[in-house]
DNA sequence: GATGAATGAGTATTCATTCAT
DNA sequence: GATGAATGAATACTCATTCAT
């Protein structure tokens, strides 16, 4: 790989930092593989970028911002349930198959940490908490567990509200929506991440979306 | 915590193993860790288990069997579709909630290496390839990924041919019987990880399976 | 400059750290010429002494055990204030003079830090403050700075106890006791730092003992 | 702090320098907090002053000629020696106070150069030599740590002076004149350094001068 | 003249693995 | 068999200095 050597260095950073980080995982890449790629000195990475964990969150936090947004405009272009649901798997479908690497990162790098968890109030406002004493989780730790989930849940409580709703007007079932969204879409995530689905040789992301849906509206008993 | 110094030497290294990478994830984990908390020395660990990587192998490997034992029993020892799938999901989500930890570890430290993926042939075989150039992956790596793989396909199996026997006798929707299975499976596992149920407060594994499955064969819809 | 390589490792290093941070000071001094000097590897370094600076500590620390016993050993042995105090200053030039490069690391890479100062109550016992804004100074860099004034406070408050007495006693003007030994005790100090005095080349250390006690009780007038 | 931004820059530079200086000391004060205080470019510092070491150099011995001439012009306006020596002394602790964060770094970290000493001739005038092997040190770090030592000695030399005379005219008892000085000299020094005095609560300058000038003529006996 | 983006040498620290006893 | 002392490769981060604009 070759990154253009006319593009403004912090971009060149980016796209290094996306492929090294993409292909080695965080812990495992290194600064001197993204520098190297990107052809720029050490220093220039912490200037614009302040440290590894910052230049990663930043790359991730940047692509999050259209795709929630994309998400959300799926929804609201659509009148009725099924359609705003296949629309919405149609848009993550695409993102998590064409950022799997990076979103895998986020998943299981920065939240995968065993001494954290999430506990969730009557609303549904996530709070962290250490799973064994104290002391063993820094403030910072915290912050930044929450900072991913944040990524995370953006992206969820857009279909949660749907579910939520599709249960208020009783076209869905009555249940526990935080429950079923998630079983959706982390079951959607999951099967992407792990290459289950090989969307790119079969099908489009609209015709995955379809049945994504149509599965779980109905399920998959005749 | 305190290890019963009555016991082998092997049997102490395996339970501060499981301890010390539970609690710390696989990267942050030490052998330090691990032979202070088993009260051994640091040559035993690789007198009996060789490396740091075979050492945490060996302890969900030997977790597996048993567990994979059951999700078999329980599936043979009911007659229709929906007692055998409710079977399986109980005895699958007490494990995963049990072993959390240690499971996130294997699904993505050990796993989530981008630099590989598996593609399945037509009889669902799994094979090992090269995201990227081949020369930057070792036949070591590759081999290791697989055998991770084989884990969690080992359990995903058992469901796999539960759809796949319930698609050929129409009790379910033609269909791709991985991906129905693999969203199922891993809704489910995500869920778990990131304690989206918060199955222990609430309803017993029993419960928790027969809504699962309930939503799986009849869906959402009203 | 070569070490005994029979010697046991943990000496090596204390050797090897020495003769560094004698020659080059705290700061310049590097692990990497310690280690190179002293013929082990790093991680011994970190296995014996934790940290660079837990390393410098442990060696001007461990020196100045038998050096405070020393100066109180001298002044118990004598009767009067001013066989005493010659006694003081025979142990202390020589320590100082033999050990000018390591203690004025301790003057002054370790205590001129110029965001804390020590203030002192009533009772002369020290606290420190910052002498700016609070959260610029960690807990841990006072405690650091705490650390090596005790080092420099125990040798001090020997002699301050004989100024105190002697002052009691009518033997010396009344005044401020702490201002007295410190002029008298800093003074000494620093001509051995800057080696105004060139002591090996003319006089005895009991000479240059009994030369600045007179000077001190008598004054330089005639 | 903000710094008159109708200032030249070389002035705003020298301003925002000693602020920087003195708060972190040498080696911790970083040319990109002085920029961002003096609001200027960071080559316009290379332009004026060359490098960190000629910006602190200069602003040091920039301060030291008025202080220098002020030490000067005391003795010379006062007739007796006691006089002399007080006025000396009065100017000397004023300064040393006002500028203790800055005149520390001289004293310890610009000349706690450990592979360097000064020897002096019968004339006392000082050569530096090295400590260890002569290639260790180069020229230009003799140079360097001698030109720090010419603006103590310019200080110091004007109080020798007045102690040789002494010392001729038999006003002081016969003695190392140079050993006399620097115990009076380095003794006031350090315990404004280590801020023995707490001047400022207490008495003023003169005030202090004349304790510091009393004992050094008639000792602290009774 | 003035700037500040870019640099990269330099350094403390970690931890899996080895091997002599 | 069992140990743990010793290792050193690997890595994030800092900051004085340069130089094209």
Redesign the interface.
């Known amino acids: 790989m070759q990154i253009d050597a006319k593009l403004p260095k912090e971009k060149r950073i980016e796209i290094a930092a996306e492929e090294i980080f993409?292909?080695?995982?965080y812990?495992k890449a290194t600064l001197d593989g993204i520098i190297a790629l990107a052809d720029v000195g050490k220093g220039t990475v912490y200037k614009y970028f302040g440290s590894k964990e910052q230049l990663f969150y930043k790359l991730v936090a940047v692509k999050n911002v259209p795709f929630v947004e994309a998400l959300q405009a799926a929804v609201e272009k659509e009148k009725d349930l099924q359609a705003k649901l296949i629309a919405y798997f149609a848009v993550l479908v695409e993102f998590y198959h064409k950022n799997?690497?990076l979103w895998?990162?986020v998943?299981?790098?920065m939240?995968?940490?065993?001494?954290c968890?999430?506990?969730?109030d009557e609303d549904d406002n996530p709070t962290v908490v250490s799973r064994?004493s104290e002391d063993l989780v820094s403030e910072e730790t915290k912050e930044r567990y929450l900072r991913y989930h944040q990524l995370i849940i953006s992206e969820f409580d857009i279909l949660k509200k749907l579910?939520v709703d599709?249960m208020a007007s009783?076209?869905?079932?009555a249940?526990n929506a935080?429950?079923?969204a998630?079983?959706?879409?982390?079951?959607?995530?999951?099967?992407i991440?792990?290459?289950?689905?090989?969307v790119e040789t079969t099908i489009s992301y609209e015709e995955m979306a379809k049945?994504?849906v149509d599965?779980?509206?109905?399920?998959?008993?005749?």
């Open positions: 993409s292909k080695f995982g812990e799997s690497a895998q990162i998943y299981f790098e939240l995968n940490n065993s001494y968890r999430l506990i969730f064994y579910i599709g009783q076209e869905l079932k249940g935080r429950v079923s998630s079983h959706l879409f982390f079951g959607v995530a999951m099967g991440f792990h290459h289950i689905h090989q049945i994504i599965r779980f509206l109905n399920g998959e008993a005749m």
